[in-house]
T-cell receptor, first 116, second 112 residues
Framework: DAGITQSPRHKVTETGTPVTLRCHQT?????MYWYRQDPGHGLRLIHY???????DKGEVSDGYSVSRSKTEDFLLTLESATSSQTSVYFC???????????????FGDGTRLSIL | GQNIDQPTEMTATEGAIVQINCTYQ??????LFWYQQHAGEAPTFLSY????GLEEKGRFSSFLSRSKGYSYLLLKELQMKDSASYLC?????????????FGIGTKLQVIP
């Protein structure tokens, strides 16, 4: 299995509080992604990173920020959590398609976040 | 941007064959993936297509037509454990970097 660890696995917090989710990889892959998954919407891309300090927005980036200061870590921050951000969050990693075109994304086990 | 469409739900009988379709629109196509996701678990990789044609992998096959923006996943000899969601995902290059976008997923129920 690909070495991806998400922490925490579960979190309950209150509206207005800051929340940071961590994704840690041991595969030295270039690309890292944050998705949220909600019933009726599937997996939606929040932000992704194509290298250290290199990130870009996905389709649902409002209310979220990310940072990647090391190859192995990709952090997702909710500056002021809202109830609409209650979701399951998945981190994924992949190598460069130029180097390994057939290699898929590998997913972490997910973080279940509830905002009350 | 991308638009990926697949049916929301399907039901099939144990031992039968089922085909799950996926259509997409993208400007920098660089591969299509199928994933399986059991309830409460992470998605796991099933198949990959980048050229037109059929890729076979045991009971699972995946087909791609780039000119039509169309793919399907074919599951043969269905087993109860195949009850899961099947996600179609398209990789493209956005500003020179790869991005992967998922369809909503097709929830397959296999019945005896």
């Amino acid at each position: 299995d690909a070495g991806i660890t998400q922490s925490p696995r579960h979190k309950v917090t209150e509206t207005g509080t800051p929340v940071t989710l961590r994704c840690h990889q041991t595969e030295n892959h270039r690309y890292m992604y944050w998705y949220r998954q909600d019933p009726g919407h599937g997996l939606r891309l929040i932000h992704y990173s194509y290298g250290v300090k290199d990130t870009d927005k996905g389709e649902v980036s409002d209310g979220y920020s990310v940072s990647r200061s090391k190859t192995e870590d990709f952090l997702l921050t909710l500056e002021s959590a809202t109830s609409s951000q209650t979701s399951v969050y998945f981190c994924a990693i992949s190598d460069s398609a130029a180097r390994e075109p057939r290699q898929p994304q590998h997913f972490g086990d997910g973080t279940r976040l509830s905002i009350l | 941007g991308q638009n990926i469409d697949q049916p929301t739900e399907m039901t099939a009988t144990e031992g039968a064959i089922v085909q799950i379709n996926c259509t997409y629109q993208t400007s920098g196509f660089n591969g299509l993936f199928w994933y399986q996701q059991h309830a409460g678990e992470a998605p796991t990789f099933l198949s990959y297509n980048v050229l037109d044609g059929l890729e076979e992998k045991g009971r699972f096959s995946s087909f791609l037509s780039r000119s039509k923006g169309y793919s399907y996943l074919l599951l043969k000899e269905l087993q109860m454990k195949d009850s899961a969601s099947y996600l179609c995902a398209v990789r493209d290059y956005s500003g020179g970097y790869q991005k992967v976008t998922f369809g909503i997923g097709t929830k397959l129920q296999v019945i005896p």
